[in-house]
C-alpha cells in the first residue's frame, strides 16, 4: 500500500477534482488515488500512517451529506466513525472547498469540523495555510490566524487553484517528511 491515503467527501464533484489534482502532484509512488468517503470501510482508512483529507462545505456551513441534501451519504455519515477511530501516530493533511463571496460568514466551516473529529482521534495535523489572499466575514476553520488546511475557493479564485495545491503538496510532504 502506498504510504498516504487521499479520501474525500463530495457532491457536486468539485471535491474529487481537487483530489485528483493533489494525487497528480504527490505522484503515483506516494499517494494511492483519491477514494470517496462514501465507499471506504474504515479498516482502510485507517490503514494509513499518512491521510489528506478534503471536504467541501455545504448550506450554512455543514459538512456534505444527506441531511445537506446530497444525493448519496459522504462525511456526515463517516464522522460517527471516528469515535472509534484511534489516529494516534498518524499524520493528516486536510483541504476544504468553499465560496468566500457566497457563504463569506461561514467559509469553510465544515473543513474546521473535520478538523475537530481529526484531531479529536490522536493524529497530527499538518498543512496549515496562510488566511492572505481570501476575503470572508468569519471561518470555523481558521486558528492562530491559519487555516486548518488548505482551502480552494472554485468559484472566485479557480485562477490560483493549481498554484495553491502545488505550493501546498510541497509543504504537507515536508510536514510529513516524505
Known sequence: MSKIGIFF???????????????????????????????????????YDYLILGTPTLGEGQLPGLSSECQEVSWEEFVPNFENIDLSGKKVALF?????????????????????????????????WPTGGYEFNASNAVDN???????IDKDNQSHLTDERIAGWVEQIKAEMVL
Request: no cysteine; charged share 25%; net charge negative.
Open 9 to 47: 467527501g463530495t457532491d457536486t464533484g468539485s471535491t474529487r477534482k481537487v483530489a485528483k489534482l493533489i494525487h497528480k502532484q504527490l505522484g503515483e509512488s506516494i499517494a494511492d488515488k483519491p477514494k470517496n468517503i462514501n465507499r471506504v470501510e474504515v479498516d482502510e482508512f485507517t490503514a
Open 96 to 128: 476544504g472547498l468553499g465560496d468566500q463571496v457566497s457563504y463569506s460568514n461561514e467559509f469553510v466551516d465544515a473543513l474546521g469540523e473535520l478538523y475537530d473529529y481529526v484531531a479529536n482521534s490522536g493524529a497530527e495535523v499538518v498543512g496549515f
Open 145 to 151: 490566524g491559519m487555516f486548518l488546511g488548505l482551502v
